[in-house]
């Protein structure tokens, strides 16, 4: 079965940090660049970061510029969301998604979703 596995959420105070982390079973990440998108409560999903197949290109959007950091390590299949400086405004459900490239982050232009994981940051 091919699936993305989200790990990592929690509950932090504003100012604290986590790390996500998306693994994946059944196939290869490294052919497949990563974005992570996350979801508020009564929010559309939008895109926060991604990471090309090889590493070499990163986007951020601007809200999180600064204080979030995606990486991979394709040898052990998976990708992390460094996330510091955490603000209320950061609540909600992360995903990790996979497709081709890092061009955009329209949800059905990509292949693979994870289930998701919770992030919860109290003020």
């Known amino acids: 079965q091919l699936q993305l596995v989200e790990s990592g959420g929690g509950l932090v105070q504003s100012g604290g940090s986590l790390r996500l982390s998306c693994a994946a079973s059944g196939f290869t990440l490294r052919v497949y660049a990563i974005s992570w998108f996350r979801q508020a409560p009564g929010k559309e999903r939008e895109g926060v970061s991604c990471?090309?197949?090889?590493?070499?290109?990163?986007k951020y959007v601007d809200s999180v510029k600064g204080r979030f950091t995606i990486s991979r390590d394709n040898a052990n299949n998976t990708v992390y969301l460094q996330m510091n400086s955490l603000k209320p405004e950061d609540t909600g459900i992360y995903y990790c998604?996979?497709?081709?490239?890092?061009?955009?982050?329209?949800?059905?232009?990509?292949?693979?979703w994870g289930q998701g994981t919770q992030v919860t940051v109290s003020s």
């Open positions: 990471i090309s197949y090889s590493g070499a290109i990163t």
């Open positions: 998604a996979a497709k081709s490239y890092c061009s955009g982050y329209v949800t059905s232009t990509y292949n693979y």
